[in-house]
């Protein structure tokens, strides 16, 4: 894990009103173009893979600091102005259906930007299935995007919600700093709190589990059935897709990747296998939960203050003119944004 946070990310209703959704367009498309021109492609994917910056970037532009909805409302921000500009860059995905047209969206990306689809449909469901199923940290994914350039590096922004707790927890990943899909693969989780009771099962004290649980599945699924209604005690999963177990046998899965990309392996199978892992082999899965530090910024709730929109146009017209020094960019945007520009 090579950079973790904390954050009051309670879920909001609602949307962003449209005023502020303009403006926050417009005030990206130079900030955006600024960045690119100065760190080129993979530098702002570097960002936005950065909890922080990703976070302090939404509160430049106008949103709340302590809501859920940054996530949803600045992606949604960044698809439509970098669709708007030729910084060779495009964003899949989004909130809910959205999120499931991703692999149709990168495809018509990938003919635009003249890029292999498959390899980042293959990353996009990956990361969905780690953050959904091996991450068990009591939040389900409800919003995923993927951020690609045209020389192929991407990025992961995705988020899931914890409907009980009322609260949001964001996930990032960044191709260029990926060594595996299950080995601490995020560049940085984003949450309000420590989950004491969690499944971690992409830590990297995790990987007797994950060899334990490949193992299991080549013993056959009867084996398995026979071993979760002896041992019900461990508090076995009420609900395990024994077809997807059955597919991994047959398929002959060789590692814990090729077992995440089966459809229909998800947090039942992946719990069971753990605990199996820990009765058969005494392999015990990590309870780490990598969310860390926290932050506090200002936005459109009125915390500290309501956006000044007359500054904010201002600020969007100076930015949109041609030759702006980086030494006055650095005194418009201040604070933990403004250190990565």
């Known amino acids: 894990m090579k950079n973790t946070g904390e954050a009051l990310l ?40 950065d909890p922080i910056w990703f976070q302090s970037l939404g ?31 495009r964003i899949a995905g989004g909130k809910g259906k959205m999120a499931l047209k991703t692999p149709e969206e990168l495809r018509l990306i990938c003919r635009e930007l003249d890029l292999e689809a498959d390899g980042l449909i293959r990353a996009s469901r990956l990361a969905a299935k780690v953050d959904n199923a091996a991450l068990q940290d009591g939040y389900d994914l409800y919003h995923h995007t ?9 990025a992961v922004v995705q988020q899931g919600m914890n409907p009980f707790k009322k609260l949001a927890r964001r996930y990032h990943w960044l191709s260029s ?17 420590f989950e004491s009771k969690i499944i ?6 995790s990987e007797g589990v994950r060899k334990a649980s490949i193992d299991l599945i080549k013993e056959g699924p009867a084996r398995l059935r026979r071993l979760a209604q002896t041992h019900k005690v461990l508090k076995m999963p009420l609900r395990i897709d024994w077809k997807a177990l059955e597919r991994a046998y ?12 089966i459809k229909g392996i998800g947090k039942g199978a992946l719990r069971a296998l753990a605990l199996l ?8 899965s990590s309870i780490k939960d990598p969310a ?33 020094p980086k030494s006055t960019l650095k005194r418009l945007v201040k604070g933990p944004l403004s250190d990565f520009l």
């Open 10 to 49: 309670p879920l909001h209703g609602g949307k962003a009103p449209s005023w502020l959704f303009k403006r926050m367009k417009s005030l990206a498309k130079p900030l955006l173009k600024m960045i690119v021109e100065e760190h080129g492609r993979k530098g702002l994917l570097e960002r936005l893979s």
């Open 59 to 89: 509160c430049a532009l106008g949103y709340d600091w302590h809501s859920s909805g940054v996530t949803t409302v600045l992606t949604a921000v960044l698809k439509e102005a970098l669709n708007e500009e030729n910084l060779g860059i």
């Open 146 to 154: 993927l951020v690609v350039a045209e020389d192929g590096i991407w």
């Open 177 to 193: 700093e990926l060594d595996s899909f299950v080995i601490e693969p995020h560049k940085g989780i984003i949450s309000e709190q």
């Open 200 to 205: 971690n099962l992409v830590d990297r004290e």
């Open 250 to 261: 047959e398929l002959d899965v060789s590692n814990y990747e090729e077992l995440l990309e």
């Open 277 to 284: 892992s820990e009765l058969v082999y005494g392999e015990r």
């Open 292 to 324: 860390k530090y926290s932050f506090a910024f200002g936005g459109k709730d009125g915390v500290p203050f309501p956006v000044d929109i007359k500054l904010m146009d201002e600020v969007i017209s100076y930015l949109t003119s041609a030759g702006i």
